[in-house]
């Protein structure tokens, strides 16, 4: 299937649109179980089981013409409007989404969707708890403190508001990425779950981006603000020398202010931040080069190395030695 293909069978009506276009009435095509709420009412809460017996992912199209009532789910949702738009009611609120944009939904969040439209096409590509954690916290957050940093702040935010919307309308490279894993989930060949999994770290990465620019505006339209994102990218960049006294001076703040706010934004201390990004560069070196355990760790900033061997361990659990054996590329 390539993208013309793909842009045909989305826009086609399958069985359930056939007959929601007539009786403007919901089909519940999935299983679950419906649980009170504290006001009494009931809420319908698909569960996983109906869904994952390929694999940790799952994709649908959100079947057109019909209001779909109120409901929740136990596992992660990610809304992508393909064409159109699209309305949701979030924990009571409205939430509009256009074309190429994404919406990040924690599990048992209350939500429906009044109906859509011809030319409005939804894609929900749902996955387990642990799945979203591995694909986002666990593969992007060692690249580097800022990807560390952007990572658990995607994952917070989707914790504490329960969803998160990307303005990714404009990102071409996301809706590319997004239309080839359609392509292989829709129209699967041998090896094509395997490429979806694939896409899931890619996807969030190309997410960050636009979570990151989401972030440097709102930043950027509050003064009292500073971009911490451009703090860590300095560190990230001058680890090997980089002092709290010489970037407070760079960015123009109190040196204790500043140690103080990166506590605060990051829960680390400078030091410990230092600490990460040596620690993450010693790991890519490990994997990627053939050079000594003695030249990465003066390479990384380190002059003695049974101090680096101590913190190596303390921060990976083990000797540089057996990371290296256990990941090289």
Do not use: W
């Not at 299983?31 to 009170?36: D, R």
């Not at 979203?132 to 957050?141: I, K, R, T």
């Amino acid at each position: 299937m390539n993208h013309q293909q793909l842009d045909h069978y989305l826009r086609s009506l399958d069985d359930i649109e056939k007959i929601q276009i007539l009786t403007k009435e919901n089909i519940n095509d999935y299983g679950g179980e419906e649980l009170a709420t504290d006001e009494g009412q009931t809420i319908p809460r698909l569960l996983e089981q109906f869904f994952f017996d390929k694999g940790p992912v799952f994709i649908s199209k959100h079947h057109r013409f019909a209001d779909m009532p109120l409901h929740m789910h136990t596992f992660i949702e990610i809304n992508y409007v393909y064409s159109g738009e699209c309305y949701q009611i979030l924990n009571g609120k409205e939430v509009k989404l256009i074309q190429g944009q994404i919406c990040l939904l924690d599990k048992d969040v209350p939500h429906s969707i009044p109906a859509l439209g011809e030319n409005d096409i939804l894609v929900n590509i749902i996955m387990k708890k642990e799945t979203f954690s591995m694909s986002l916290l666990g593969q992007l957050s060692n690249k580097g403190i800022v990807s560390n940093f952007l990572a658990n702040a995607i994952s917070e935010n989707q914790q504490h508001d329960q969803y998160i919307l990307f303005h990714s309308e404009h990102n071409e490279n996301l809706q590319y990425i997004v239309k080839n894993m359609l392509c292989e989930y829709f129209d699967p060949q041998d090896y094509s779950m395997e490429m979806v999994n694939y896409y899931m770290p890619i996807l969030f990465t190309e997410l960050m981006r636009v979570y990151q620019l989401d972030k440097n505006f709102e930043l950027e339209q509050t003064s009292s603000k500073m971009n911490i994102l451009e703090i860590l990218q300095f560190i990230e960049q001058h680890y090997k020398d980089c002092t709290l006294t010489g970037l407070a001076k760079k960015f123009n703040f109190n040196s204790n202010y500043l140690g103080n706010m990166l506590k605060e934004k990051t829960g680390k201390t400078f030091l410990e931040l230092v600490q990460t990004q040596k620690m993450i560069e010693t790991a890519s070196l490990l994997q990627h080069t053939d050079k000594s355990i003695e030249e990465i760790a003066y390479q990384v900033g380190y002059d003695s190395l049974s101090f680096f061997y101590r913190k190596f361990k303390e921060f990976y659990g083990e000797t540089p030695y057996k990371y290296r054996r256990k990941n090289r590329k």
